[in-house]
T-cell receptor
Framework: GAGVSQSPSNKVTEKGKDVELRCDPI?????LYWYRQSLGQGLEFLIYFQGNSAPDKSGLPSDRFSAERTGGSVSTLTIQRTQQEDSAVYLCASSFLGRGRIGYTFGSGTRLTVV | AQTVTQSQPEMSVQEAETVTLSCTYDTSENNYYLFWYKQPPSRQMILVIR??????QNATENRFSVNFQKAAKSFSLKISDSQLGDTAMYFCAFMNAGSYGGATNKLIFGTGTLLAVQP
């Protein structure tokens, strides 16, 4: 596609349920990032995938959070046993990293509300 | 660890006027990139302007320009001839350029400045 696509756009879930958020990056982009944006906060780095390398999971806030990227393309962020503090906008970005070419393209995010 | 600070939570400007958004950062690295992103209500982050730290010349994109002061670790955004469509949240961001393709290529964001352009 022309841009980074995220689904669903909005998600309301009950506390304790599991949710899956999907990110479809720009074709050919080797790097994919997940960020979390809480109300009144900046963007918080969660996880980074680059090609076939082991992902950088250093930003995941707890073991309830996990992500995978299948076939170097689509990524799914899973939050298990959701808590109210998980309510936020989850943004995905993809990038082609090469010398002289630095830049992210962001999706429109998924707004997650845990009730 | 790198940090990015935006000390202005909210700003307001009259249409056609000029406004400057502040950003400071802290890093021990010498080679890095700085960005300003715009986030309108649609939530999508849109790249406004980018500056390579090794370049002394300030970046300019149409009505948007930066004042990059490397020694002071300051990176302010100037918006000239403000338009109603400029109303958005603006984020300053830092990225270490030390090893492209590696795990250090993550953007570190400030907390943002909400800019309102008044008619």
């Amino acid at each position: 596609g022309a841009g980074v696509s995220q689904s669903p756009s909005n998600k309301v879930t009950e506390k304790g349920k599991d949710v899956e958020l999907r990110c479809d990056p720009i074709s050919g982009h080797t790097a994919l990032y997940w960020y979390r944006q809480s109300l009144g906060q900046g963007l918080e780095f969660l996880i980074y995938f680059q090609g076939n390398s082991a992902p950088d999971k250093s930003g995941l806030p707890s073991d309830r959070f996990s992500a995978e990227r299948t076939g170097g393309s689509v990524s799914t962020l899973t939050i298990q046993r959701t808590q109210q503090e998980d309510s936020a906008v989850y943004l995905c970005a993809s990038s082609f990293l090469g010398r002289g070419r630095i830049g992210y393209t962001f999706g429109s995010g998924t707004r997650l509300t845990v009730v | 660890a790198q940090t990015v600070t935006q000390s202005q939570p909210e700003m307001s400007v009259q249409e056609a006027e000029t406004v400057t958004l502040s950003c400071t950062y802290d890093t021990s690295e010498n080679n890095y990139y700085l960005f300003w992103y715009k986030q309108p209500p649609s939530r999508q982050m849109i790249l406004v302007i980018r500056q390579e730290a090794y370049k002394q010349q300030n970046a300019t994109e149409n009505r948007f320009s930066v004042n990059f002061q490397k020694a002071a670790k300051s990176f302010s955004l100037k918006i000239s001839d403000s338009q109603l469509g400029d109303t958005a949240m603006y984020f300053c961001a830092f990225m270490n350029a030390g090893s492209y393709g590696g795990a250090t290529n993550k953007l570190i964001f400030g907390t943002g400045t909400l800019l309102a352009v008044q008619p």
